[in-house]
């Protein structure tokens, strides 16, 4: 269609002139680029118009598609002519319906691909290799589109496309041979985090100067593989690398990739394998990525300051994300995994051939179903108490954040006193407007349902209690952490107890001035 259009343009512009050049004096480059201006704004009026919507309705209903379900890998022997209505449906979708300002008939062309992709395999993987191929679509509307609604009609449609395919190619998630995970690059000193990362020029090709072929030689190609879903996959991921600037708009990249993961074990599995999790902290913090530059050296990373004083990023679906890859792992890792099991069985040794110590429960916040362990290297950079904390301070998803300290805290104290260390010190800087996320964190951290619950209560308010009467001074910082401890003791029976402890009375006298006297009689404190 653009070669139509551009032949029909250069004949036209041939005899424009041919016909008005002897009545006007005009430069034959200015004619040339006036006509094609003319023409491109005429195609573009009438592309978005209404007329040719009513036309493409039309054009479906009179050829109606065809089912293909019995041969899901030979959608390249399809009659092209069979899978024409769809893909020119697809395209009128993408480039025209999502981006005119007008999405009233979106709902039904978006009903209309959902319904014909769950019962046509060819146009889901045609859809697949063709945002494979170029990421223009996603990159526009993932990324870059302001409107909500096309974004979550554009994910439904990739959705539909994904879930029929994925019953066909999950056996092949796995036949990449990944080599052994590349360690973290680290910054250069006085480097400027937020510069270009990747060598290149303005479009990310090799600049020739060898360092894009070092870098193909450290890892194998993600393209070696021939699932085309995965190859998808790859690509979707591929553009983490690039999207900063859309900070603003890139809500319903991370939307996608949540529903991707919540479709079962093996589709978390195929992000974790590519060390999302990790890759995920690096985009939060603008630190550079570790193995997505180096798996895709030709897409050049791009890296700008995200977030501003009058607004935030879309964080909460890629923290959602986070907690449901994080979730659907052990909430071990293997080394201490292998120290529990030595350190029974020495135990056992020296207690005369006793039963080994059973394994503890699995936590409230695993997934049902089949797990596996997160990489080491993602486990070590996600449970960071400077990462979690700074993700407290942002406004990102809380409950999200409180999910992960919940898994990784499950019977093991020495993570747990770490993290209430690190809200006690977010207690101690943030101010009273932003204390609510920590607050949450708390909550979820003290209602933790295993051996050391008491300790956590305990340990968590006996080190908050003197920060509090340090902040004395700032008033409404301490009238919202006092209205907190009397909510969490309404809940919490450890922490009611405690207040309540003759032991602790002296720790809080001071909190009286803030409470009113019914709160103070209904608390006996």
Not at 254 to 259: E, K
Not at 305 to 325: C, I, K, N, T, Y
Not at 376 to 383: F, G, L, N
């Amino acid at each position: 269609t653009n070669d139509n259009n551009n032949s029909t343009s250069t004949a036209v512009s041939s005899k424009m002139r041919r016909q008005f050049m002897t009545s006007c004096d005009v430069h034959d480059a200015l004619t040339v680029g006036v006509w094609q201006e003319n023409f491109v704004m005429g195609v573009h009026r009438n592309m978005f118009g209404k007329e040719f919507e009513q036309f493409m309705w039309k054009l479906q209903q009179a050829a109606p598609p065809f089912v293909f379900m019995d041969f899901p890998y030979q959608w390249s022997a399809v009659p092209a002519m069979s899978m024409r209505p769809l893909e020119s449906a697809a395209r009128f979708v993408f480039d025209v319906l999502m981006r005119s300002g007008d999405t009233s008939e979106l709902d039904k062309w978006s009903k209309y691909l959902q319904s014909t992709l769950r019962r046509n395999v060819p146009v889901c993987l045609w859809m697949l290799v063709a945002l494979s191929s170029n990421d223009r679509w996603l990159h526009q509307i993932l990324a870059a589109c302001p409107n909500d609604d096309a974004q979550r009609h554009f994910v439904d449609i990739l959705m539909a496309a994904v879930e029929t395919v994925a019953p066909h190619e999950r056996a092949k998630y796995s036949e990449l041979p990944f080599e052994a995970p590349l360690p973290p690059v680290p910054a250069d000193e006085g480097e400027d985090e937020h510069d270009e990362q990747v060598d290149g020029d303005a479009n990310g090709n090799d600049n020739g100067n060898g360092e894009d072929a070092r870098r193909r030689e450290l890892v194998p190609l993600l393209q070696g593989t021939d699932s085309m879903l995965v190859r998808f996959i790859d690509s979707v991921l591929a553009l983490l690398l690039k999207l900063s600037p859309s900070w603003r708009t890139f809500g319903g990249y991370f939307t996608f990739l949540l529903r991707f993961a919540r479709m079962g074990y093996a589709e978390r599995k195929l992000l974790t394998n590519r060390h999302l999790v990790a890759e995920l902290v690096h985009f939060f913090d603008g630190s550079a990525s570790p193995f997505l530059s180096r798996w895709h050296p030709n897409v050049r990373r791009v890296a700008v300051r995200m977030g501003s004083l009058a607004a935030e990023p879309q964080w909460h679906d890629m923290f959602e994300l986070m907690s449901v890859l994080v979730c659907g792992t052990f909430c071990t890792d293997p080394s201490s995994l292998d120290n529990n099991n030595n350190n029974n069985n020495n135990q056992n040794n020296n207690s005369n051939g006793d039963q080994a110590t059973p394994p503890p429960p699995p936590p409230p916040t695993q997934l049902p179903g089949r797990l596996f362990y997160l990489p080491s290297y993602d486990r070590a950079v996600a449970s960071q108490e400077r990462v979690l904390s700074e993700c407290l301070r942002k406004k990102t998803n809380a409950s999200a954040v409180a999910t992960m300290l919940v898994h990784w805290s499950w019977y093991d104290m020495d993570y747990s006193t770490r993290v209430i260390d690190m809200l006690v010190r977010l207690v101690d800087e943030l101010d009273s407007e932003d204390l609510p996320r920590t607050f949450v964190a708390i909550k979820r951290v003290l209602d933790i349902a295993d051996f050391g619950r008491l300790h956590r209560v305990y340990y968590l308010m006996s080190r908050m209690m003197p920060t509090l009467f340090n902040n004395i001074e700032y008033s409404s910082a301490t009238a919202s952490c006092v209205r907190f401890v009397r909510r969490l003791a309404d809940s919490n029976a450890a922490v009611a107890k405690w207040l309540l402890s003759p032991s602790n009375a002296k720790q809080i006298e001071w909190m009286q001035p803030f409470m009113s006297r019914h709160m103070y009689e209904e608390n006996r404190i």
